[in-house]
Structure formats: structure tokens, C-alpha cells
């Protein structure tokens, strides 16, 4: 059974810095990623990382988020900092194949970033 697990959500205010990470059992993906949801807009790439360590990242957090992963423990992280309340969102880690046409891909179940004062 695959699984994505995620962990390190929570509430911030803005300026902090939150990571998130994400463990995988039952297969190992060659890109994981963190995407993005509000209530009412489409799930949007925040970042993600092939097995080569190929990264990019949505141009509304670059220079702020970092994203990492450790491939002998199947596990990816998002080191977000300079938060902003625009940030706020339910993240999910996702996996996949390959970046574009993965003919499957599998997410975690979410976990919510608040960033408010």
C-alpha cells in the first residue's frame, strides 16, 4: 500500500518560518513535490524535486521555500521561511513517475499553514 504521510503544519505569523515534511512507504517516486490549496482556486505546484535532485519552484516562493529530499529515507521537506499570509493553504505532498504525462501519481492527505498575526 502506498502512502504519503505528511507532517509540521500548523499556524505562524507572518515573517516565521514552518517546515514540512513527508514520508513515503511502498514505493519510491522519482519527483516529490508540495502543492497547495485555498478554498475556491485550483491546487498549485509549490515546489518538487526529482531523484536527481532537480528542483523548481513557483515563482511566488522563490528565495523563500527550500525544498529537499533523502532518498535512503524515501522522505521529502519544505523549509518555508519569510511566510506571508498569502501562504496560507492546506499542503499536500505529492509523488509521481516523472514531472509531466506520470500516468498515476499519489498524494498525502494534507496539512494546513496558517500564517496570520
Known amino acids: 500500500q502506498v502512502q504519503l504521510v505528511e507532517s509540521g503544519g500548523g499556524l505562524v505569523q507572518p515573517g516565521g518560518s514552518l517546515r514540512l515534511s513527508c514520508a513515503a512507504s511502498g514505493s519510491v517516486f522519482y519527483v516529490m513535490g508540495w502543492y497547495r490549496q485555498v478554498p475556491g482556486k485550483q491546487r498549485e505546484l509549490v515546489a518538487d524535486i526529482t531523484g536527481g535532485l532537480s528542483t523548481r519552484y513557483a515563482d511566488s516562493v522563490k528565495g523563500r521555500f527550500i525544498i529537499s529530499r533523502d532518498n535512503a529515507k524515501n522522505t521529502v521537506t519544505l523549509q518555508m521561511a519569510s511566510l506571508k499570509p498569502e501562504d496560507t493553504a492546506v499542503y499536500y505532498c505529492?509523488?509521481?513517475?516523472?514531472?509531466?504525462?506520470?500516468?498515476?501519481?499519489?498524494w498525502g492527505q494534507g496539512t494546513q499553514v496558517t500564517v496570520s498575526s
Open positions: 505529492n509523488g509521481r513517475p516523472r514531472r509531466t504525462g506520470a500516468d498515476y501519481e499519489y
